[in-house]
């Protein structure tokens, strides 16, 4: 079993910067996969950011270039950076993980607002 827990959301300008943490506790050993997802009104979940154990990453185009991923080398927390942020990235995010036997886990999603 994997814990996550977000943190670090809240009211930011656009064109503002916030940083999210996630907090890993549990099997973490066993992680593969670290990510950001979110989940904005009347859309689907989506893929924001990943992050491999091996170090590879992976972002969704329409982030590329504003946010980066990074994880501690514990793989007991990752981060998103979140810069020049539009009102488009307002959503609830999501820290996800996905463990060697692929079971995936999420955090309880934290609020992103952005707003002048």
């Known amino acids: 079993q994997v814990q996550l827990v977000e943190s670090g959301g809240g009211l930011v300008q656009p064109g503002g910067s916030l940083r999210l943490s996630c907090a890993a506790s549990?099997?973490?050993?066993?992680?593969?996969?670290m990510g950001w997802y979110r989940q904005a009104p009347g859309k689907e979940r989506e893929l924001v950011a990943l992050?491999?154990?091996?170090?590879?990453?992976n972002y969704a185009d329409s982030v590329k270039g504003r946010f980066t991923i990074s994880r501690a080398n514990s793989q007991r927390a990752w981060y998103l950076e979140m810069n020049n942020l539009e009102a488009e990235d307002t959503a609830v995010y999501y820290c996800?993980?996905?463990?060697?036997?692929?079971?995936?886990?999420w955090g309880q999603g934290i609020q992103v607002t952005v707003s002048a």
């Open positions: 549990g099997n973490t050993f066993s992680l593969y996969g």
């Open positions: 992050v491999t154990r091996g170090g590879t990453t």
């Open positions: 996800g993980g996905t463990v060697i036997s692929g079971q995936h886990y």
